[in-house]
């Protein structure tokens, strides 16, 4: 099928610490992978994107790890801040219809 | 995400009425898309359009019209058949279909009174 699970749904962490989404789909022939940041209220917004042809990526503190063989990636922020606070979705292309799919986010919260 | 533009930002509609939400991008996409975001929840596709005078329904497109007569435009029209649609909505755009990365407009929330 077309869905993508994403968990945990809320996660609370302690400023500083690190923060981790894990995402699994189905389609074994998706070769993108989007993650999107939306603060409360605004437009979701790009931070990383991972293609199949790379098993990881990073970008400062933000990391995204993909594993095609179990069909899951994740998101990895470390040292976090205030404002990483937000709802994060993953993504990614469903390859017979050429459109993305999103999980149904998980809304981070860093502690102070 | 600059170079797309959406408007009203908030609209109110009377429960029987057609209403037609815009969106514009001068970021020279192929591709556009509608998606309806309830509270708390994600984000759904209602219809997308991989080129100019052609689009396709998404997963939710019962009770909404979609026009790409030009590629700078793709207008959503939420007609009295949506039963239930208060909701947030966003447009989004791509250099091309699927594999590329989507640039969100800003929404518009749309309440049904």
């Known amino acids: 099928g077309e869905n993508v699970e994403q968990h945990p749904s809320t996660l609370s962490v302690q400023e500083g610490d690190s923060a981790v989404i894990k995402c699994t789909y189905s389609d074994s022939a998706s070769n993108y992978f989007p993650w999107y940041k939306q603060e409360l209220g605004k437009r979701p917004q790009l931070i990383i994107d991972i293609r199949s042809n790379v098993g990881e990526k990073k970008d400062q503190r933000i990391a995204v790890t993909l594993n095609k063989t179990a069909k899951h990636f994740s998101l990895h922020i470390t040292e976090t801040q205030p404002e990483d606070s937000a709802v994060y979705f993953c993504?990614?292309?469903?390859?017979?219809?050429?459109?993305?799919?999103f999980g149904s986010g998980t809304r981070l919260s860093i502690r102070p | 995400d600059g170079g797309i533009t959406q408007s009203p930002k908030y609209l109110f509609r009377k429960e029987g009425q057609n209403v037609t939400l815009s969106c514009e991008q001068n970021?020279?996409?192929?591709?556009m898309y509608w998606y309806r975001q309830d509270p708390g929840q994600g984000l759904r596709l209602i219809y997308y359009s991989q080129i100019v005078n052609d689009f396709q329904k998404g997963d939710i497109a019962e009770g909404y019209s979609v026009s790409r007569e030009k590629k700078e435009s793709f207008p959503l029209t939420v007609t009295s058949a949506q039963k239930n649609p208060t909701a947030f909505y966003l447009c989004a755009s791509s250099m091309e279909r699927g594999a590329d990365t989507q640039y969100f407009g800003p929404g518009t929330r749309l309440t049904v009174l």
């Open positions: 970021l020279n996409h192929d591709a």
């Open positions: 993504a990614y292309q469903y390859s017979s219809a050429s459109k993305i799919i």
